[in-house]
């Protein structure tokens, strides 16, 4: 036992006995906190803990720690905030436009009258632009700018079909419930 368990290991007896001050026989001198014995005292209160079972049952017990073995990243610890925060808006334009212009079909599909696809459009490619003739460093910009013209045809062209397709479901639905509702007379005529 080091000299700082057994120190402890005393106090403890002591205080279990109903003595409060240390004995004066003792002759040690209470423990103080330097840089010598620190580490000591860490590892004595560590195995302390693990003896009351201070770290059974901790979240994550037995499973490998994330992202351990993987690259190194000196920005880990901002991208995990934004990854649990669920931010968005925040970085260099280059990326934010990046991931922007991934999502952008989505986003148009979701609007209704072509001035607004237009504007959309517009804007996403002002601010290409924009990020191109930036001066602040940070990764090149490789987004490329969208043709107002192609994106509003292809817009049409998916709304059209989306259309089409929702028609088809409701033509097939209601085929459907003509169906079950004849099987439903048919049943009952036989039962009658």
């Known amino acids: 036992m080091s000299d700082a368990m057994g120190e402890a290991a005393r106090y403890r007896a002591r ?3 109903g003595a409060d001050a240390p004995s004066e026989g003792d002759g040690d001198p209470p423990l ?4 010598e014995n620190q580490a000591q005292f860490v590892e004595t209160a560590i195995q302390i803990a693990i003896r009351r ?3 059974d049952d901790l979240p994550g017990a037995g499973k490998p720690i994330e992202g351990l073995g993987s690259r190194h990243d000196p ?6 905030k934004i990854e649990n925060e ?3 808006g925040l970085g260099p334009p280059a990326l934010l436009l990046r991931v922007e212009d991934r999502e952008l079909d989505g986003q148009l599909d ?3 009258r072509e001035d607004d696809v237009r504007a959309v ?7 290409v632009i924009d990020a191109r003739r930036q001066l602040h460093g940070g990764p090149p910009v490789v987004t490329r700018t ?3 013209e192609a994106e509003i045809i292809a817009w049409r062209e998916r709304r059209d079909a989306a259309r089409a397709a929702a028609e088809a479901k409701a033509a097939a639905d209601a085929e459907a419930e003509t169906d079950a509702a004849s099987r439903r007379r048919l049943r009952r005529w036989r039962r009658r």
């Open 15 to 17: 205080r279990d006995a």
């Open 121 to 127: 459009l517009e804007d996403f490619n002002r601010r």
């Open 110 to 112: 979701a609007l209704r």
């Open 146 to 148: 969208r043709d107002v």
């Open 53 to 55: 079972g201070d770290f």
């Open 86 to 88: 669920n931010l968005s």
């Open 32 to 35: 103080v906190l330097n840089a």
């Open 75 to 80: 920005d880990w610890w901002i991208r995990r």
